[in-house]
Nanobody, 125 residues
Framework: VQLQASGGGLVQAGGSLRLSCAASGLTFSTYAMGWFRQAPGKEREFVAG????????YYADSVKGRFTISRDNAKNTLYLQMNTLKPEDTAVYYC???????????????????WGQGTQVTVSS
C-alpha cells in the first residue's frame, strides 16, 4: 500500500492550497480516508475525514468552513482544499487510510492503518 501526498508549499495568509493523496495497492473505494497534520513540537492532530463513498465528512473545529475534503474513487485520489489559510495551519499534512465497511468517519490516528509520507504546508503572515 502506498499513499503519496502532494500539493504542499509556501503560501501567504489568506491564500489557498489543494493537497492530493494518490493511493495504490489497495481497493481505494473500500477505505475511509483522513487528513492529519503535525506542527513542530506538537502532536499529530485530526484535520478532516471522509467515508469510503464520500457521502459523509467531518472536520476539526479549527478548519471547519475553510477546508473541504473530497475523494475521487475512480482516480484513487483524496483531496483537501484549504482556503483562507492561517499561519497556525503551518504543519506537515498526512493522508491516511482506514479499511471500512460502514459509513463512519474516523477521527483518531490509531484507527488508520496506512499513512502517507506527508507534505509540508507553510503559511506566512
Amino acid at each position: 500500500v502506498q499513499l503519496q501526498a502532494s500539493g504542499g508549499g509556501l503560501v501567504q495568509a489568506g491564500g489557498s492550497l489543494r493537497l492530493s493523496c494518490a493511493a495504490s495497492g489497495l481497493t481505494f473505494s473500500t477505505y475511509a480516508m483522513g487528513w492529519f497534520r503535525q506542527a513542530p513540537g506538537k502532536e499529530r492532530e485530526f484535520v478532516a475525514g471522509i467515508t469510503w463513498s464520500g457521502g459523509r465528512t467531518y472536520y476539526a473545529d479549527s478548519v471547519k468552513g475553510r477546508f473541504t475534503i473530497s475523494r475521487d474513487n475512480a482516480k484513487n485520489t483524496l483531496y483537501l482544499q484549504m482556503n483562507t489559510l492561517k499561519p497556525e495551519d503551518t504543519a506537515v499534512y498526512y493522508c491516511a487510510a482506514a479499511y471500512s465497511g460502514s459509513a463512519y468517519v474516523y477521527t483518531r490516528a490509531h484507527e488508520y492503518g496506512y499513512w502517507g509520507q506527508g507534505t509540508q504546508v507553510t503559511v506566512s503572515s
